[in-house]
């Protein structure tokens, strides 16, 4: 039931987040409006026909290619994360809901290995903070998936500067092509891995899956309800054992566990409602 | 379904290695009771700070005219 509640809002929150359907219908290339002033609390490239809002991880690399302390930024992140982790990633994310759509598509299908959880921190830490820092230019925008869908296909197909005797086609360069070739790589992965981007590229849910130890929602497992069958395991879309870290960096907080566990072990947690072994300040382990 | 062989023996056997030292270290221990509560209210209210500083600076401005032009690098042109 949850999961279909999920999946209800993220159509919504896609709609909402990209719903400038009037600038196509009077040509206007970009949204130019007051909601550009304030980030998407996800992945959704400024540069989409339909987007309203401004993309969290482009406007992050701006102020640093400017060399600046993007305050409302860090600001804007430690605030979602600190309420819900990453939840956004897997409730308002419209490039999350593409990949889990792709996902249903018949195919073989690959389990990634754990291990490449930890290059989203790579990518964070060297795409997204110091190469725009070095070289003062948006280098994860440079590799993008979701802007390369979101934006690159739709303006490039569009061409609207083509009315002005101009078009976009006159600047491609080499980078065009690796772009679109990585895009081709990830839709390959998208319909034979689970949210494969989320997983090992995304910046912005390596900057959320920071918060997901204290942040105010969190999960939690009755160790001694669960009987480890790991069915929440093989329904995960982020491939995690639950059962094994509740606070795993990599949880979005989809529900789906909740829904599929047979012993009603998972729950959602804030301090208001917080369960009495961790209510201790110790282990109980490390007290007997 | 797994990898195939090739495939299994570079990405899933080598970084065993790392799964099994270094990178377990991350898995830290639960969060708990008052920790718990001082970490989240800590974080929003820096946050908070942070927030109000950003667009008292007028970070808005310059987030609303970066995100109003077309980004280059995001079509895949330069």
């Given at each position: 039931?949850?999961?279909?509640?999920?999946?209800?809002?993220?159509?919504?929150?896609?709609?909402?987040?990209?719903?400038?359907?009037?600038?196509?219908l009077?040509?206007?290339?970009?949204?130019?409006g007051?909601?550009?002033?304030?980030?998407?609390p996800?992945?959704?490239?400024?540069?989409?026909?339909?987007?309203?809002?401004?993309?969290?991880?482009?406007?992050?690399?701006?102020f640093?290619t400017?060399r600046?302390?993007?305050?409302?930024m860090?600001?804007?992140?430690?605030?979602?994360?600190?309420?819900i982790?990453?939840a956004?990633?897997?409730?308002?994310?419209?490039?999350?809901?593409?990949?889990?759509?792709?996902?249903?598509?018949?195919?073989?299908?690959?389990?990634?290995?754990?291990?490449?959880?930890?290059?989203?921190?790579?990518?964070?830490?060297?795409?997204?903070?110091?190469?725009?820092?070095i070289?003062?230019?948006p280098?994860?925008?440079?590799?993008?998936?979701?802007g390369?869908?979101?934006?690159?296909?739709?303006?490039?197909?569009?061409?609207?500067?083509?009315?002005?005797?101009?078009s976009l086609?006159?600047?491609?360069?080499t980078h065009?092509?690796?772009?679109?070739?990585?895009?081709?790589?990830f839709?390959?992965?998208?319909?034979?891995?689970?949210?494969?981007?989320?997983?090992?590229?995304?910046?912005?849910?390596?900057?959320?899956?920071?918060?997901?130890?204290?942040?105010?929602?969190?999960?939690?497992?009755?160790?001694?309800k669960?009987s480890?069958?790991?069915?929440?395991?093989?329904?995960?879309?982020?491939?995690?054992?639950i059962?094994?870290?509740?606070?795993?960096?990599?949880?979005?907080?989809?529900?789906?566990?909740?829904?599929?566990?047979?012993?009603r072990a998972?729950?959602?947690i804030?301090?208001?409602?917080?369960?009495?072994?961790?209510?201790?300040?110790?282990?109980?382990?490390?007290?007997? | 379904?797994?990898?195939p062989?090739?495939?299994?023996?570079s990405?899933?056997?080598?970084?065993?290695?790392?799964?099994?030292?270094?990178?377990?270290?991350?898995?830290?221990?639960?969060?708990?009771?008052?920790?718990?509560?001082?970490?989240?209210?800590?974080?929003?209210v820096?946050?908070?700070?942070?927030?109000?500083?950003?667009?008292?600076?007028?970070?808005?401005?310059?987030?609303?005219?970066?995100?109003?032009l077309?980004?280059?690098?995001?079509?895949?042109?330069?």
């Amino acid at each position: 039931m949850t999961s279909k509640i999920r999946r209800l809002f993220q159509y919504i929150s896609t709609a909402a987040i990209d719903s400038y359907v009037k600038g196509v219908l009077i040509g206007q290339a970009i949204y130019q409006g007051i909601f550009k002033s304030v980030p998407a609390p996800a992945l959704n490239c400024y540069s989409c026909p339909l987007s309203r809002f401004a993309c969290p991880i482009g406007t992050f690399q701006h102020f640093l290619t400017l060399r600046q302390i993007p305050f409302f930024m860090l600001g804007f992140f430690g605030f979602i994360g600190g309420l819900i982790g990453r939840a956004p990633c897997g409730w308002i994310c419209p490039f999350g809901l593409f990949q889990e759509l792709l996902y249903k598509i018949p195919s073989y299908k690959i389990r990634l290995p754990e291990w490449v959880k930890y290059i989203k921190y790579v990518v964070l830490a060297i795409l997204t903070i110091l190469l725009p820092i070095i070289l003062m230019e948006p280098w994860f925008c440079k590799f993008c998936p979701a802007g390369t869908i979101e934006a690159g296909i739709p303006l490039l197909s569009w061409n609207p500067v083509k009315s002005m005797g101009s078009s976009l086609y006159d600047l491609l360069t080499t980078h065009f092509y690796v772009k679109y070739g990585l895009l081709i790589f990830f839709l390959a992965l998208f319909i034979t891995t689970k949210r494969p981007f989320c997983r090992m590229m995304c910046p912005l849910g390596a900057i959320f899956s920071l918060f997901n130890r204290f942040a105010f929602i969190r999960m939690h497992v009755d160790l001694d309800k669960c009987s480890r069958c790991d069915l929440c395991y093989n329904v995960c879309p982020m491939e995690i054992r639950i059962w094994q870290n509740p606070d795993d960096v990599d949880c979005i907080r989809c529900m789906k566990c909740y829904d599929v566990c047979p012993d009603r072990a998972i729950k959602v947690i804030t301090p208001l409602n917080m369960p009495v072994e961790l209510k201790l300040q110790k282990d109980l382990k490390l007290l007997s | 379904m797994g990898f195939p062989g090739f495939l299994r023996r570079s990405f899933i056997e080598f970084p065993i290695l790392f799964d099994s030292s270094v990178f377990q270290t991350v898995n830290f221990p639960p969060m708990r009771g008052k920790k718990w509560i001082f970490a989240f209210i800590l974080t929003l209210v820096v946050s908070g700070f942070l927030l109000f500083y950003g667009v008292k600076a007028g970070e808005n401005n310059e987030i609303n005219m970066n995100a109003s032009l077309i980004c280059f690098s995001c079509i895949g042109l330069e």
